[in-house]
């Protein structure tokens, strides 16, 4: 036993002193799950969780997915493979991010734990220790906390300019600032459906995008991008929504192009931890060196990814009827979240709630400087957002119609409280 007064012996060396992970998704979902057991599914609106629920509330499966993995032989689920990932899989997850916009390039994939995994390894190669890694102010927290663990730090440039469009003034002056101070930069977009405010980069954006990276060439800088892809399966068509990739075709060989992919949300295997990390580039030495850094990324971080998840991604991607059938699963899904959506974003306009303009994808934003005290005043009304940098986010993705109705008015009622 110890003494009073005795300090708590503390092991972990100094460096890591403080480490805690401040995750409100999981800390508000709880109090949420407890107000649920409390007062009854039917009183609480949880908007907190980011995975498909379907109308009765329950986190929902495609079918198609079930029934493939319940007939996978015992030797998928428990034989290891290798750490970039089983050929097939690799070639498949390419097939998939691209589908009819595959770029005129060299690419190449790993396999990774999810697409968290796929960031970490972007990060870990394509930042140095020290630097600093570009992202919208609005974003996923999660990237902080994955620089932050291996020693990069997060700057952000304003996602949207006075128009609601994306902000390129903002970002140049981000690419600039950052490449006055490193000799590399990386940059994370995450789009088609951004989270958490649901919003796409056009087509001309990403080549305004991709022209002020070119102009790093002339400073003697490299930059790498991230595409985070996680919610393009549920951004709209397919192919409509991946353009934008055919822009990736013969860029200069300081501009390298990574995309995340991740099974989460396209095949609903949110707890299966499997994804991709996509190498695009005009130089084979390159997408090389992308493969080699990769496989050694992942041997040291988690070995080898779900083997089962990826013989189920090549399953339905070699079978052209399996193909067609998930993109009608899918779309149900798409056209589901988008009602839930237009009941929201209708209701939101008639009560004059402001909120950022929605596109499509699991996430809703309502912006306001007073996040955390407007979130805690909505518990008490048994209403379970989620605070984020600049202001609240709703899992439209598992918010059932009926409960989305009088959502935004009880909201914008919570705000004149306060």
Request: charged share 20%.
């Amino acid at each position: 036993m110890m003494g009073a007064g005795i300090m708590a012996m503390v092991m972990a060396v100094e460096s890591r002193k403080g480490k805690k992970l401040q995750d409100k998704v999981f800390s508000v979902g709880r109090a949420a799950q407890e107000a649920i057991d409390l007062y009854g599914e039917e009183q609480v609106v949880n908007a907190t969780v980011g995975c498909y629920g379907d109308e009765s509330g329950t986190l929902g499966c495609l079918p198609l997915v079930e029934k493939i993995y319940r007939q996978l032989p015992i030797h998928d689920f428990i034989a290891y493979a290798p750490p970039l990932g089983l050929d097939a899989y690799r070639q498949m997850v390419i097939e998939e991010v691209f589908e009819a916009h595959r770029p005129d390039a060299y690419c190449d994939a790993i396999a990774t734990a999810g697409g968290t995994g796929a960031i970490h390894i972007a990060i870990m190669n394509y930042s140095e220790i020290g630097d600093a890694v570009l992202v919208t102010d609005w974003h996923w927290g999660v990237y902080g906390s994955l620089c932050q663990e291996v020693e990069r730090k997060l700057q952000t440039f304003s996602l949207f300019d006075a128009k609601g469009a994306f902000n390129i003034v903002a970002f140049t002056a981000g690419v600039d600032s950052l490449l006055e101070k490193q000799d590399s930069l990386l940059i994370i977009l995450n789009t088609p459906a951004h989270n958490p405010t649901g919003y796409s980069l056009s087509y001309e954006e990403w080549q305004q995008v991709l022209e002020v990276c070119q102009q790093a060439e002339k400073k003697g800088k490299k930059i790498s991008i991230v595409v985070d892809i996680a919610y393009i399966a549920y951004a709209g068509e397919k192919n409509e929504v991946r353009h934008f990739m055919e822009l990736f075709s013969h860029l200069p060989e300081h501009l390298f192009i990574m995309v995340a992919f991740s099974m989460s949300k396209g095949y609903t295997l949110y707890g299966q931890r499997t994804g991709a990390l996509v190498g695009i580039s005009s130089s084979r030495a390159v997408i090389d060196e992308f493969i080699e850094l990769g496989k050694y990324s992942a041997r040291t971080a988690w070995s080898n990814v779900n083997r089962a998840a990826m013989t189920l991604l090549t399953t339905v991607r070699q079978d052209k009827v399996l193909c067609r059938q998930i993109e009608v699963e899918r779309m149900q899904i798409f056209q589901q979240i988008m009602k839930r959506a237009a009941i929201f974003t209708q209701e939101a306009e008639q009560c004059r709630l402001a909120i950022i303009p929605y596109q499509a994808g699991f996430f809703i934003s309502v912006p306001t400087t007073q996040a955390d005290v407007i979130c805690q005043r909505l518990q008490q009304k048994c209403i379970f957002t989620l605070p984020v940098t600049g202001g609240i986010r709703l899992g439209v993705c598992s918010i059932p119609e009926r409960k989305m109705k009088g959502l935004a008015k009880i909201m914008q009622e919570t705000i004149e409280e306060i």
